[in-house]
């Protein structure tokens, strides 16, 4: 996960974890969808897998709001500490 943090997302971990659980989550969505349900609990547990990934789906997309949302108040604390220093 390093080395992909480091290679991809110039060494923000969060945001690699994002992106590889995101990957994750669309494997796991192709795979659903090309093998074809053989029973009858096949198909239920099938239906638990999909509303599972769904849920992850959607709390990755909030986590990465939260994140984007986290970077921007760090970087306004940030602007605002360097504005204050011109100043000085």
């Known amino acids: 996960m390093l080395d992909y943090a480091t290679a991809k997302t110039k060494g923000n971990r969060s945001e690699a974890i994002v992106e590889l659980i995101e990957m994750g989550l669309a494997v796991a969505r192709s795979q659903q969808e090309a093998q ?9 547990s099938q239906r638990q897998l999909s509303e599972t990934v769904n849920e992850l789906a959607s709390e990755v997309e909030q986590l990465s709001q939260l994140l984007q949302d986290t970077v921007l108040q760090r970087l306004t604390v940030v602007e605002t500490e360097l504005m204050g220093e011109s100043k000085a």
């Open 36 to 44: 074809p349900p053989l029973t009858v609990q096949d198909i239920v």
